[in-house]
């Protein structure tokens, strides 16, 4: 079983990718709570996008209720992290818990603090990444142990400026807004991977917002906007997910 974390698609598609290579089930994790299904399982692969250097909040919550019930001796877990920049030290919070873990760069989606790549840059990282998995999926299936440094430089650094980094994304949904290109047709519902989003003739965050960007860069009139930094900038969607909901 392949579980998955992803706002605009990077993580989607490499679990995708995993998936049909060794003919596992996807799984999006923010929406399961069957974890007593999981104690036979041949794998467990858990694919989640880098935040800040770390795995986000939601996926280190459900490694914590997940790993109550699987058996490290019986099923081989691994773990995969998409990254734009620097996957930096998320490899410590699932160190000693998993026998592999491996790191695929993607294309930027936070666009409220950087940029969505070109459309020739794009072409390039995912024509990479696909490549990249291919090559690890084979470890997958020989079930050969892989892990990373300790990275004790990075650890340092980002120590020093995690805190305040997580800060820029504090309340991140209460700074959401759409702006008149707004057609009403809802699909922000749909996009939501924690089902935050309800609809009061605009769109209504709830809250519990993974600070994704699922339903900025998803948006088709590009109408949701975080503060004034996403207005007018260019729109990342991985093409593999282009029509998957939640």
């Not at 880098?50 to 790993?67: H, M, R, S, T, W």
């Not at 490899?91 to 950087?114: Q, R």
Request: charged share 20%; net charge positive; glycine share 6%.
């Amino acid at each position: 079983m392949i579980f998955y974390f992803t706002g605009s698609g990077n993580s989607y598609s490499v679990a995708k990718q995993i998936g049909d290579k060794i003919g596992d089930n996807l799984v999006p994790l923010a929406l399961f709570n069957d974890f007593e299904s999981c104690r036979n399982c041949k794998y467990i692969g858990i694919v989640f996008p880098c935040y800040i250097g770390q795995a986000p909040n939601i996926v280190l919550d459900f490694k914590e209720k997940l790993f109550r019930y699987i058996d490290k001796d019986r099923t081989f877990i691994f773990c995969v992290i998409t990254y734009a920049n620097s996957p930096a030290t998320s490899y410590n919070a699932f160190k000693g818990s998993i026998h592999a873990w491996f790191e695929v760069k993607m294309p930027e989606n936070d666009i409220a603090n950087s940029h969505a790549p070109s459309k020739e840059k794009k072409e390039v990282l995912l024509s990479n990444a696909k490549i990249k998995v291919d090559g690890f999926v084979k470890d997958i299936l020989a079930k050969k142990e892989v892990t990373v440094g300790s990275r004790l430089v990075l650890g340092a650094i980002l120590k020093l400026v995690s805190k305040p980094m997580k800060n820029i994304y504090a309340n991140f949904d209460t700074y959401l807004s759409v702006d008149a290109n707004c057609s009403k047709c809802k699909m922000c519902i749909q996009y939501c991977p924690l089902q935050n989003i309800t609809f009061d003739n605009t769109p209504v965050w709830g809250g519990n917002c993974a600070n994704c960007f699922g339903c900025v860069n998803r948006c088709p009139k590009q109408a949701i906007q975080y503060k004034k930094k996403t207005v007018g900038k260019l729109r990342y969607v991985h093409p593999d997910y282009i029509k998957v909901y939640y």
